[in-house]
Structure formats: C-alpha cells, structure tokens
C-alpha cells in the first residue's frame, strides 16, 4: 500500500521498525498535495521546507532512539484558525492576509514537541461561520469525493486533506460541528472533545463558550493517537480542565474488537424525521442494528430541548463572535484599508473602511446578529434568554446519560450539497448543524465516524456518537467498535471507493 | 468647549443658598503587582514603549488572560478595608467600545458580579463625620496609552498621528464606586477632597498601589449634581475625568457646583456629559457626550472563569488588614501629643502619613508637623501640587531636623536645605556642606565677631555690664547680621554675657 493510504497509527508502526522515514512519509505527503491540491484546494498555505526540516529532525532521533512521542515523524496538517509561529494564519478572512504570528497555539506547541512535521495550514469558512467553506475568502475547498460538492464546514480543509490522502492527520475546531459534519460528508473521522478537555490557547475564538480544538483523521484509532499529544490541562486556558484525560487510546483499541456488551446507547428521537434525507437515515439504522449485534442495548431517549438549540446557538455564537472580531480594526496587525479620497483619514473612518472591506458577508451578517442581540434593552430577551435555554440543553443531556453510556444520531442530515446550492440561504446552510450544536451547547464530547455511502447519491454519511463531559473514552470506545463492525461488511476502507482525483490513482 | 468668555459662575454661597450638591466619587486604583491583571507581562511603571507586552495585552488573535491571583487578593483586601462585602461568587465581563489604545477593543472589567460592594469608609472634615457609602469595587484591565503627534495641545484634535504605548494595557485596576454623596452642603468640596486623601491613605496603608496621583496610580473621577434645595432629588450628573490631585478634586468639585448653578439658573440644563479638568487655569471643559446612545454590550468574558474566594481566604486576608483609619488617628493623637487642632489641621492637609513617616524616621513628632504643615504645605500650595507630590521624602525631612536638633543649621537654614533637596543637590549633608550653610559654633571666630559688637554698641555693652542683660539681643542681632545668620545664637548669646558679665 502507498504510504499516503496508510494511517496514522500504521505509519507509526512502520517508523518505529524502522521501514520508513518521516522524510519519506513527509515527502510522499507534499507530492500528493502537489498532484491534487489543484482540484481540491484543502490548503491555504504549504510549508514544504519546514515540514522537510521538521521530518529531518524526527528522523534523527528515531535514529537516536529517543522519539518524542508514538507519532514523532507522521506529518499532519493545521486549520488555519490556530496560530502558528512562522507560518500564516488567515482564518480564511481578508482581514488576516499575511498576518503571521509570533507565537504558537498551545495545540501546535504540543504537535511540535511530539514531532508531527506540519505540512501546512488547511482552508475553512471565514472565522470558522459556515458549513461548506464556501465562506472562504480564499475559495472553497471541494468534496474529494464529488469536486462539484461542499467537503463540509467550517473545517472543510481539513477533512478534504485527510479524505484525499494529501496528509494522514489533522487539527480542527468545532464550535458548532466544523469537525463533525465535514466528517460526515468526507467519509472520515473528526471528534470534538468535551469543552475544556483541549486548550484553546492560540484557537483564533469564534465563540469562546462553545469552541473546542480536535483530531480530523481517517480512523477512530488515529483520532485517540491525536487527541492524547493535544489533549490535557492548560494553564494559559483557564477554561481548559485540569484532570488527566480519559485512556483514549486504549478505548479505541477495546473498541475495536468489535465487543459491545453492556453498553447502553441512546437513540434520540429529535434527531430524526422530516429533512433528514432517508438515505443517510437507512445507514444510521443500519449502524445501529449492528452496535445491537455487537451485544449493546438500545434505548430511545428524548431531549425535547434540542429543537431551541439552533435559535440558541445563533445567538450566543454572534454575540460572542461581535466582541472577538472587534479587534480586527487595522490598527495592529492584519490588513488596513484607506478610505477612499480620505488622505487624513481618522483611525475611526480606517477601522470602518477596514472592516467593511476584509470581512465577507457571513462574518458581517453574524456581528449585526450579535451585536444587536447584546444590545442594551434587548439581551435578556436574547442572550440572557439563551443562556438559559443551553442549561434546559444540558439538562436534557444529563437526563439522557442517566438512561444510556452514549447518545447516538446522524451526524449531518443529508449528505455533502452541491457547492452554490445554499449560499443564499443561510438558514438552509444553518440547518445542517443541527445534531451537531447540542454537543457544544452543553460541552459534551462527540466523534463522527463513517456509516457509509447514502443510496441516493453515493455519497458518504456519518454517525455521531456522543458521551458526556470527560467521558471522551467511550466516545472512542463506541466508535471504534462501529468502525470494526462497518469495515467488515465493507470489506475495506469507506475512502477506497471514492473516486480519482483529476486523473490521479483513487 | 467653553466660549471665550467662559461659563457664567454663581458665587459659591449663593450655590448653597438655592442647591443641594449629590456627589459622587469613582476612583481608579492602579495595583502594584509584579505582572499584569491577565498576562505575565511587568506591571511596572514605564519602561520603553511596547515592551512590557505580548500576545496577551496585545489581544493578538488566539492570545487568552488568566486572572492575577494576587490582584484578587488585593481587590479583596481593598473591599474589606472598606467594609465591603465580598462575592461568594463573581464574574468577568467584557465591556465592548472601539479604541485604538485598548489592544481587543474591550475591556476585561466587571458588570453586575463586582468582587465587593456595600461597603462605607468614614471621613472626618472639619471636625465632623461623613460616611461615604461605597457602592462597588471591581477589578479590571488599564489600557494602553494614546501620544497624540503633530497637534498644537498634545490632544488628538488637530493631531497628525498617533502613537500607542500597550505597557500600560492589562496593568491591573480596582474601581471603587461610592453612591450618591449627599447632605454635605458646604463641605461638598471637602468632602470630595478628604474621601480621596483618605483613601489614598488606606489604599497605601494596605501596600497594594504606589496611589501616586501624579503617575496616575490612582485617578479619581468626580461626579456631581445640584438639585432644588430641599427638594431630595438628585440633578443631572456631570462626570469630571483627569482630577490629577486631592486639592484639584476639591476645586473640581466647587467649580462644578458653581458652573451647574449657573446653567441651572439662566434656564438652562445640565448635559450628562464627561467634562476634563484643567490643572492650570483651574476650569472643566466638555469632553465626549455620555447618553445612553452609548452601550458597552456587557456580557460575561467567556475565556474566564468565575471568581469564587472561599469564605476562609476571605478571613485570612481580613486579618492581614491595617488598622482602621479612625482608630490610627485617636492612636498617633496619644503617641504625639497633638491637641484636637493640631490634628484636624494635620488630617485636613492629608499629611498624617508623612508624619507618621517621619517620626518614624527619627524626627519628634512635632518638628515633624511643623515641617510638613507650615514650609513645605506653604511650597506645595505655591507649586499648586500636593503636598506628598512635593519631591521631599520623610526621610530627608527627618535627615534635615536632625541636623537642626544637632545645632549643625538652624530652622531659617533649614529652608535653604529644602531648597537644595528641591533643585536635587543630593542629600540635606551634602547641601551644607556644598552651600556652607553650616551655623558657625567656633568661639574663635564668634569671639572676634562679638568683640567687634562690642566694641560698634559701647552703649549698649554699658547697659549690660549694668546687668541689663535683655539689651544681650541688640548685640546678638548685630552678630547674627555679621554671620549672615549662620551662626548659633544661643553660643553668640552666651559669649556676649561671658564677656560682659
């Protein structure tokens, strides 16, 4: 098998017995994203020469027998909303064109210090609004596996990376489902970890309370393999939790033997019904048909809710997003525009003509949104009121938990649309976070894993597992246990059956 | 902006005769921990511009604070030296403008959960007790500093660019929020001016700020409304910012007084507005206008968690407290022996601390009061600053009565060693020494200086040798004149009656 093909923990495996190089792996990375990036366009920005210098290091000390950690040497690729010294983070916004920081996210130190060479940074909706990428303002990344479809959003970089073989591992964020639902549409595998589990240091925030750093890579094993480098208590984040993480690792690998007795999994009935497309339903019954065989028990449970959640989220995400994106006023970093034939300009009129010009519509939409709703007279109807919903959310969560280990639902309610298709209409494109934004709301975890191709379209679905706070292990635990169970009737990887890109070898 | 010919100003009495004045005092503590409110930058005061800053202070995107642990327990401290409650529980808000000198374009303060509230501190003028109730202390965040480049006045009017210093942004702030001051009549200005010096004196007492107004440690915004005598309302509210000593709080506030007077009384109404104070010609003028178009979006910072002081913190620190102020004072009354008046004087003029300091140093308690009373209160007035903002230390004060009290200068001599220590010509030892203002106590020259009286006043050696010993001054004058003064007249005196006796 080319080493592009393999995963992550494989490849690890192979550096570790000495059949490869992280220069090779490295190597073989970069051609592939020369050779498909064109079509695909996952990345915003590759760093060919750091990445090479970075697999050198590694590989001299796996010569020296001191490896910095299992994936010392597996090259991975970064969602540019986290900050990286020396490398430019745009956030896909105008507003950040060339900034480059001078520090790095607390996930990348921590990526660095394991000796994961970074590729580059991956494409995603402007500050992370939206579910397509389609709000780039850099372009949109396409769907590896229809170039005429969305790859998901706002991390559409990252999954399409990993689902074209262009890097085996990423980094995302999810505020909403921006690991999650590229996932899904992707045919890979994205967790978001319980809020607090992952520091948020050097994340670029679209909304503080709900934002949360995780792994986009093609197994549930390889996203425990990530989410133990980044994962862990951060004294620059005092949101972050300070306990040991949850055995991550050997939860997948438990898993993945396919045994699932004595789990209770919850079905949650408003998950489903009108909107969600049947075929992407016809793959969630049958995941769950097979977690039954596998010796779990099922249970239906309501979180009656979870039908606010959207009005929710659409509220406290602009209002937290209009006080982050306020710093975007040229006066420090990033772009500064003049207004036109206002030579003696006030900083006042350059902060406007600034704004109007690097941010794009979705962006403003959203700081009109938050800003009114954190309006003097009008946030207790608002905000205050939605803060009060997300506990009547979290509340249904625990409720569930008492019932069952794990909740389960589609992770998207259709598969990957056609780019275009819902850029004027953003309730539609909103609509697609919906069994996603619970988690976030109530800062549980939650891992989509691949339930196959959908009949209509051909196109891949996912199946969300979630658990609750700091009970990240058993979404690994059930995940990988599905994942076994699904490639077994599969007979191999969901991503073999995704066509060629441009002429290159599917 | 004032019009050329100024605001019309009601005499002060006749202020009194138709208004009540309501106060109101918002007072700006700088604390003096190591390192900034949310970042381990310095918090020290100066340094190159931009160089006490990172990712932090800057609010680079992605950059994340930290809540200072000992700013909390300074808040806290601050809050029970003031009889504060303290929150079980209390959050951080993010209070949302546009600025270019504040780095994220809000400020990390407190909302509606301030750290402490309900609180009083008691102020004496004028012999009488006034309890200021305190509304709130809160923390919060300094911002950076705006240079205004290529205007006439240093302001950003007229300005061609500006400049930003961020060393200041995220130093650590306690915001101490009095309620309405009413009743105190007259004694409005007071009153202002003895709740800031008191504070002042607390705040330093405690050791959490250096609470030098002129650095702007501490920065006291004044507040003030009239309202129809008797009438138990309160006016539309001035807000006067850049009230840079305790004599210009209470001057701030008299002008106002007198200025609202004057709208009020030609027809006019008092605009909620902030309103600057000028130090140098001793008026406010307009600032920006404060209505309620203006709405900080206020909620709560979600990159931080609660504050939650556990009740036995809380205790701890209580007994970390200095002493009541009320109680120091009956305290240092005994120790020096001041009368009632002496005191009041000492308290009105804020120098109780200095006194302390002194004594403390070595001087008695009352070469130290009439230092800092009667010559150096006279140059503080006369330089329009405070008297601790003077430039002359306890310590030099102590050093100069020393030398008094070993007769090396006399109390006229001293003022000059004052004056040395002013212009910064070192120590008050090295100032004799370089002006030679050392009293002569050489018999030898003494001797010849009153043989040389003697011998000009024949008459007046007669009436001596007649055992009018009084008629001893005109001869010590005229030994004194020779000297230049620098001489010991209780030596010359004796001299005299040595050789005439």
């Known amino acids: 098998m080319s080493a592009e093909r393999r995963t992550a923990a494989e490849l690890a495996d192979a550096l570790a017995a000495g059949e490869t190089t992280s220069v090779e792996l490295t190597r073989a990375s970069l051609d592939r994203i020369a050779q498909v990036d064109g079509v695909v366009h996952a990345f915003l920005h590759v760093d060919a020469e750091s990445a090479l210098a970075q697999a050198e290091a590694s590989d001299a000390r796996r010569a020296a027998g001191t490896p910095a950690s299992t994936l010392d040497g597996v090259p991975i690729a970064v969602k540019d909303v986290l900050a990286t010294e020396g490398l430019p983070t745009t956030c896909g916004s105008r507003i950040l064109e060339g900034w480059v920081p001078p520090y790095d996210a607390t996930v990348v130190a921590r990526v660095k210090a394991a000796g994961l060479p970074i590729l580059g940074k991956t494409n995603m909706d402007e500050f992370a609004m939206g579910s397509s990428t389609e709000h780039s303002a850099y372009g949109p990344t396409h769907n590896p596996w229809d170039l005429d479809r969305i790859p998901g959003g706002s991390g559409g970089g990252s999954a399409a990376a990993v689902a074209a073989h262009e890097a085996p591992l990423a980094l995302g964020t999810d505020t909403g489902g921006s690991i999650r639902q590229p996932g899904a549409v992707t045919g890979t595998v994205g967790m978001k970890p319980t809020y607090g589990g992952v520091s948020r240091y050097g994340l670029v925030a679209l909304a503080n309370s709900l934002d949360q750093v995780g792994p986009v890579t093609r197994t549930v094993l390889d996203a425990a393999l990530l989410h133990e480098v980044i994962g862990g208590h951060d004294r620059k984040d005092s949101t972050s939790i300070d306990q040991p993480l949850p055995a991550l690792v050997e939860a997948a690998r438990q898993g993945a033997t396919g045994d699932l007795s004595g789990v209770r999994i919850g079905v949650i009935t408003e998950l489903a019904g009108d909107g969600w497309q049947p075929g992407v339903m016809t793959r969630f019954q049958e995941s769950v048909d097979l977690m039954v065989k596998a010796g779990a028990e099922v249970v239906e449970v309501s979180c009656p809710h979870f039908v606010h959640a959207l009005a929710t989220y659409y509220l406290i995400l602009p209002a937290e997003a209009s006080s982050n994106l306020a710093k975007f006023d040229a006066m420090r970093y990033g772009l500064r525009v003049w207004p036109e034939g206002r030579p003696d300009a006030s900083a006042e009129e350059v902060m406007r003509a600034t704004r109007d010009a690097g941010f794009g519509d979705e962006v403003k939409r959203r700081i009109i949104l938050g800003t009114y709703a954190l309006s003097s007279g009008y946030y207790d109807a608002y905000y205050g009121q939605a803060q009060k919903v997300r506990t009547l959310i979290a509340r249904d969560f625990e409720a569930a938990f008492e019932r069952a280990d794990v909740l389960v639902s589609p992770t998207a309610p259709t598969t990957a649309f056609r780019l275009g298709e819902k850029l004027d209409d953003p309730i539609a494109m909103y609509l697609n976070d919906l069994a996603t934004i619970p988690a976030n709301l109530a800062g549980v975890p939650g891992i989509s894993v691949p339930s196959g191709l959908a009949d209509e379209d051909g196109l891949p679905a996912g199946v969300q597992v979630l658990a609750p706070a700091l009970a990240d292990d058993r979404c690994y635990r059930v995940g990988a246990a599905l994942e076994a169970l699904l490639l077994e009737t599969w007979g191999g990887p969901l991503l073999d059956r995704a066509p060629g890109l441009n002429g290159a070898p599917a | ?501």
């Open chain 2, 1 to 501: 902006m004032t019009t050329a010919t100024g605001p019309t100003l009601v005499p002060f009495d006749d202020v009194l005769a138709a208004y009540d004045p309501a106060l109101g005092l918002e007072v700006h503590v700088e604390l003096n921990t190591a390192t900034k409110m949310f970042c381990g930058c310095p918090a020290a005061f100066g340094g190159e511009p931009n160089t006490h800053v990172c990712p932090t202070c800057l609010g680079l995107p992605g950059a994340m604070p930290v809540v200072n642990g000992k700013a909390v327990e300074s808040a806290i401290r601050i809050g029970l030296a003031l009889n504060c409650e303290i929150a079980e529980w209390c959050r951080f808000a993010r209070k949302n403008y546009f600025y270019p000198d504040m780095p994220k374009n809000f400020q990390t303060s407190q909302y509606d959960e301030p750290i402490c509230f309900d609180g009083w501190l008691d102020v004496e003028v004028e012999g009488e007790t006034f309890r200021v109730e305190i509304e709130r202390a809160h923390m919060e965040e300094d911002t950076g500093k705006s240079l205004h480049v290529g205007g006439a006045t240093g302001r950003i009017h007229g300005a061609d660019h500006s400049l930003v210093d961020y060393n200041r942004a995220g130093i650590p702030l306690i915001e101490i929020v009095t309620r309405p001051i009413v009743g105190a009549g007259a004694k409005a200005p007071a009153v202002a001016r003895a709740y800031v010096s008191q504070l002042r004196d607390l705040i330093v007492a405690l050791g959490v700020s250096e609470a030098r107004m002129d650095q702007g440690n501490l920065r006291a915004d004044v507040n003030l409304s009239l309202a129809p005598k008797g009438s138990g309302v309160l006016g539309t509210r001035t807000e006067t910012k850049n009230v840079n000593s305790f004599r210009s709080v209470e001057r701030a506030v008299r002008y106002e007084m007198q200025r609202h007077a004057g709208v009020l009384q030609a027809g006019g109404s008092i605009l909620q507005e902030t309103r600057h104070w000028h130090e140098d010609t001793g008026v406010t003028t307009s600032g920006r206008e404060k209505s309620d178009a203006e709405d900080y979006r206020y909620f709560p910072e979600p990159d931080l968690v609660p504050v939650a002081p556990s009740r036995e913190w809380v205790e701890e620190l209580r007994g970390t407290l200095p002493e009541n102020p009320l109680a120091r004072r009956a305290r240092l009354q005994a120790d020096w022996g001041f009368t009632d008046l002496e005191m009041r004087d000492a308290v009105a003029a804020g120098v109780l601390g200095l006194i302390e300091e002194t004594v403390a140093a070595g001087a008695a308690p009352q070469a130290a009061r009439k230092w800092w009373l009667s010559e150096l209160g006279r140059r503080a007035n006369d330089a329009g600053v405070d008297v601790a903002d003077l430039g002359v230390t306890p310590t030099q004060v102590a050093a100069v009565q020393a030398l008094v009290d070993a007769g090396t200068v006399n109390d006229k001599l001293a003022r000059q060693v004052f004056d040395g220590l002013l212009a910064g010509e070192g120590t008050p030892e090295e100032i004799v020494a370089a002006r030679g203002l050392a009293v002569v106590s050489d018999d030898g020259a003494l001797g010849a200086a009153v043989d040389a009286a003697i011998a000009a006043n024949p008459d007046v050696a007669d009436k001596i040798r007649d055992g009018k010993v009084q008629a001893a001054g005109a001869l010590i004058g005229a030994v004194m004149k020779e000297m230049k003064g620098q001489a010991d007249a209780a030596r010359v005196r004796e001299l005299v009656l040595e050789k005439l006796t």
